[in-house]
């Protein structure tokens, strides 16, 4: 089978055999998905599955994100993984449809913490998650995510169970049978994205990454799974992808092109589909000095599923706000679009914002429908009450790989983002850490500044 064939070949790939690029780039998929969960672990929702997680006190080694004791594996797996997902900042692998990082990272760490890994093997598990998820994303198509599966929550399990085996030395029989045991927990529908959508889409990632650890552990005490549940008969992608699946992706060109390379990293704490949108009024607002009272009209064309799933002209919660282009297109018109402030509860009814929102039209543009979905562009007109007009098109946002984040970028995104949960000191052992992880023997110094 073609899935058992891309194991096979991630779990020959040595720590040794990272390139330096390769190892580069898992750091800062590293080092971003820390700063996204450490600001997550400060929202609402992240407070919640925190306390819980640690109230059940659960015994362990594995960090948890904004917290000072350390529980099992899986359900700081879960908590770390919700926390990360918690503010649409985590990664995208652009044909997957997915968020790599909210799964890959948490599980990968517990895993790692939990079995006195080293740093160059984190980084190894990190680059085989990210394959995984870039890979069953891809083969699971697009028909399921139409359908309202979530995709992060459909690979995620799998790709959590990949990063938590290898790290933790499981062979690729046993990683085979953990996968089989995941896969029965691939999960996650998109009722989030309209009126009010919650907080479950947050533990979407959190759930998978979980799954992934728990199956290890099964695994390793011989509770065996399925061999063939991702490409075989009833397996994930028959039953979820349905007909029109590509199990080719699962092992084409293996070695020639890692998914890690192909990382967006988000600038703007919306929906990946948005981002065009908010890159384009961005660059606007700041080239011809647009101020909210002069913007008569918004206009953004952008694909068929943007204007489908992203046009809520009332949101009522933050997530539904995230995943809104009115609103969004209020915000970049009139405050910092990189900022999570104006998404934050008490923002949330902004007439400033609201205004330009109600002002704000969608329609298809068949440009952007044809590249969609390798891009999520946008084309972008905003109509002034002295009768300027000003447009823009942005094919592919900033932080995507064809205008990728440079690793300072990246850094100061880190810095801002953790600021939520920790002190200046803490967050300079952080980075110190990650940064040392080639040569680290251990976790321990990367484990002590999460936790200090």
Same mark, same amino acid.
């Given at each position: 089978?073609?899935?058992?064939?891309?194991?096979?070949?991630?779990?020959?790939?040595? =720590?040794? $055999?990272?390139?330096?690029?390769?190892?580069?780039?898992?750091?800062? +998929?590293?080092?971003?998905?820390?700063?996204? %969960?450490?600001?997550?672990?400060?929202?609402? &929702?992240?407070?919640?599955?925190?306390?819980?997680?640690? !109230? !059940?006190?659960?015994?362990?080694?594995?960090?948890?994100? %904004?917290?000072?004791?350390?529980?099992?594996?899986?359900? *700081?797996?879960?908590?770390?993984?919700?926390?990360?997902?918690?503010?649409?900042?985590?990664?995208?692998?652009?044909?997957?449809?997915?968020?790599?990082?909210?799964?890959?990272? =948490?599980?990968?760490?517990?895993?790692?913490?939990?079995? $006195?890994?080293? %740093?160059?093997?984190?980084?190894?598990?990190?680059?085989?998650?990210?394959?995984?998820?870039?890979?069953?994303? *891809?083969?699971?198509?697009?028909?399921?995510?139409?359908?309202?599966?979530?995709?992060?929550?459909?690979?995620?399990?799998?790709?959590?169970?990949?990063?938590?085996?290898?790290?933790?030395?499981?062979?690729?029989?046993? @990683?085979?049978?953990?996968?089989?045991?995941?896969?029965?927990?691939?999960?996650?529908? /998109?009722?989030?994205?309209?009126?009010?959508?919650?907080?479950? /889409?947050?533990?979407?990632?959190?759930?998978? +990454?979980?799954?992934?650890?728990?199956?290890?552990? @099964?695994?390793?005490?011989?509770?065996?799974?399925?061999?063939?549940?991702?490409?075989?008969?009833?397996?994930?992608?028959?039953?979820?992808?349905?007909?029109?699946?590509?199990?080719?992706? @699962?092992?084409?060109?293996?070695?020639?092109?890692?998914?890690?390379?192909?990382? &967006?990293?988000?600038?703007?704490?919306?929906? %990946?589909?948005?981002?065009?949108?908010?890159?384009?009024?961005?660059?606007?607002?700041?080239?011809?000095?647009?101020?909210?009272?002069?913007?008569?009209?918004?206009?953004?064309?952008?694909?068929?599923?943007?204007?489908?799933?992203?046009?809520?002209?009332?949101?009522?919660?933050?997530?539904?706000? $995230?995943?809104?282009?009115?609103?969004?297109?209020?915000?970049?018109?009139?405050?910092?679009?990189?900022?999570?402030?104006?998404?934050?509860?008490?923002?949330? &009814?902004?007439?400033?914002?609201?205004?330009?929102?109600?002002?704000?039209?969608?329609?298809?543009? *068949?440009?952007? !429908? +044809?590249?969609?979905?390798?891009?999520?562009?946008?084309?972008?007109?905003?109509?002034?009450?002295?009768?300027?007009?000003?447009?823009?098109?942005?094919?592919? =946002?900033?932080?995507?790989? +064809?205008?990728?984040?440079?690793?300072?970028?990246?850094?100061?995104?880190?810095?801002?983002?953790?600021?939520?949960?920790?002190?200046?000191?803490?967050?300079?052992?952080?980075?110190?850490?990650?940064?040392?992880?080639?040569?680290?023997?251990?976790?321990?110094?990367?484990?002590? *500044?999460?936790?200090?």
């Amino acid at each position: 089978m073609r899935f058992a064939r891309l194991i096979e070949y991630l779990h020959s790939l040595s =720590p040794a $055999q990272l390139s330096a690029e390769m190892a580069a780039n898992a750091r800062i +998929a590293l080092l971003d998905n820390l700063g996204c %969960g450490l600001f997550g672990a400060k929202r609402e &929702w992240g407070r919640m599955i925190t306390e819980l997680v640690l !109230e !059940e006190g659960s015994r362990g080694k594995a960090s948890v994100y %904004g917290a000072v004791e350390t529980i099992g594996a899986a359900r *700081a797996a879960l908590a770390n993984g919700t926390c990360t997902h918690g503010f649409e900042l985590d990664d995208i692998i652009l044909g997957a449809l997915a968020h790599p990082g909210a799964v890959v990272v =948490p599980a990968a760490l517990a895993a790692a913490e939990t079995c $006195q890994a080293s %740093g160059a093997e984190l980084l190894r598990a990190i680059v085989a998650g990210y394959e995984v998820m870039a890979r069953v994303g *891809a083969a699971l198509g697009h028909d399921h995510n139409n359908r309202g599966f979530h995709t992060t929550g459909i690979a995620g399990p799998v790709a959590a169970t990949v990063a938590a085996g290898l790290v933790s030395g499981l062979s690729v029989e046993t @990683l085979l049978s953990a996968v089989g045991t995941a896969c029965s927990s691939a999960s996650g529908i /998109k009722a989030f994205t309209q009126g009010t959508g919650g907080m479950v /889409k947050r533990m979407h990632a959190g759930r998978a +990454a979980e799954s992934g650890v728990l199956a290890c552990a @099964l695994a390793r005490r011989g509770f065996e799974g399925p061999l063939a549940a991702v490409d075989g008969r009833f397996g994930l992608l028959e039953v979820v992808g349905g007909p029109h699946v590509h199990p080719e992706r @699962l092992d084409a060109g293996l070695g020639s092109d890692f998914a890690i390379s192909r990382v &967006w990293i988000k600038a703007y704490p919306c929906c %990946g589909l948005i981002h065009a949108t908010m890159h384009a009024l961005e660059n606007l607002k700041s080239v011809h000095r647009i101020v909210p009272s002069a913007v008569r009209a918004v206009h953004v064309r952008s694909s068929k599923r943007a204007v489908e799933q992203n046009g809520d002209l009332q949101p009522q919660d933050t997530m539904t706000a $995230q995943y809104s282009i009115p609103f969004c297109a209020g915000v970049a018109l009139s405050a910092d679009p990189r900022s999570p402030e104006p998404f934050m509860p008490d923002r949330l &009814w902004d007439e400033t914002v609201r205004g330009i929102a109600a002002r704000t039209r969608l329609s298809v543009d *068949a440009a952007m !429908e +044809a590249q969609y979905p390798e891009h999520f562009g946008a084309h972008v007109e905003v109509e002034l009450e002295s009768g300027k007009r000003h447009e823009q098109s942005v094919l592919d =946002p900033h932080g995507t790989p +064809a205008d990728p984040f440079s690793a300072a970028e990246a850094e100061a995104k880190f810095r801002l983002l953790a600021a939520a949960a920790k002190t200046p000191a803490a967050i300079d052992r952080i980075v110190a850490a990650v940064a040392a992880l080639d040569d680290a023997r251990s976790l321990e110094n990367l484990s002590a *500044a999460l936790r200090s």
